[in-house]
């Protein structure tokens, strides 16, 4: 059986341990492929077509992962940093085994919706300024928000920079001291939520990523929370690719 993965790096991505504790586990006959006792670690096996047991329970192999995860603040979204704590710090290690890392990034004070994968292919479509994915946040601004901001906004405004955004769909919620409104925007650059009000003399004051593409947050997430995303979410965000 030469094609497919080694045995022993199949189970290291599943977690089970480094090559060298997994040769052991291998060695004591822990280990069954297709209803067989396996003593060699280097075995190549299709871990999806292959029945493989580890103490009589199935594995269920996985090559990618895809989290949907309820941000909060206070976290950064980056895979590792050695003074502050990232969203993959609040991962299981069942989850962080996989490496995953965030599509894309919410400011340190933004909350809501991350979706974390090592699907590099995903991410890197997701985040393409060729393809426009929509990006939808719920925000409290500090100052009335009015129809001519919708105008601004449709037009699109110019940043600090002089870089003018593409057409974005503002609602307003709420407009009075502190306004409310939801803001769609088809690009990410940097702070451009907050530079966006910046160009209209207001400010964000909260902000939260409700959306990305067609698939929403689960409103039943905490902050913190997360869970994989199922079949037919995956499903909404490859469709806008």
């Known amino acids: 059986m030469a094609k497919g993965k080694r045995l022993d790096k199949v189970l290291s991505n599943m977690g089970y341990g480094t090559r060298k504790e997994i040769k052991s586990i291998i ?3 822990r280990v069954k492929v297709d209803h067989q006792v ?6 190549h096996v299709d871990p999806y077509e292959n029945h493989i047991e580890i ?29 502050v704590e990232t969203v993959v710090d609040l991962l299981d290690h ?3 085994i996989f490496k995953p890392f965030p599509v894309g990034r919410l400011d340190k004070d933004t909350e809501g919706l991350l979706i ?13 300024p060729k393809k426009h994915v929509s990006k939808t946040y719920y925000a409290h601004i500090k100052g009335k928000v009015d129809q001519q901001d919708i105008l601004s906004f449709k037009e699109g405004v110019i940043l600090d ?3 003018k955004t593409l057409p974005a769909e503002l609602n307003i919620i709420k407009s009075d001291e502190i306004s409310e409104i939801e803001l769609t925007i088809y690009e990410g650059k ?7 009000f910046e ?6 004051i909260y902000l939260k990523r409700v959306a990305m593409g067609d698939l929403k947050l689960d409103q039943g997430l905490g902050l913190g929370e997360y869970r994989e995303l199922t079949q037919e979410e995956l499903g909404k965000l490859k469709n806008k690719l």
């Open 161 to 163: 920079d002089g870089y």
């Open 94 to 96: 069942s989850y962080q």
């Open 116 to 128: 974390l994968t090592n699907d590099g292919k995903l991410s890197h479509d997701l985040l393409s």
């Open 199 to 204: 160009a209209v003399d207001k400010k964000v």
């Open 55 to 83: 103490d009589g329970m199935k594995l269920i192999y996985k090559e990618f992962i895809y989290i949907m995860m309820n941000k909060p603040q206070g976290v950064i979204s980056a895979s590792f940093d050695p003074k």
């Open 190 to 196: 940097f702070h451009q939520v907050k530079r966006m």
């Open 38 to 43: 396996i003593k060699d670690s280097s075995m």
């Open 27 to 29: 060695k004591k006959g």
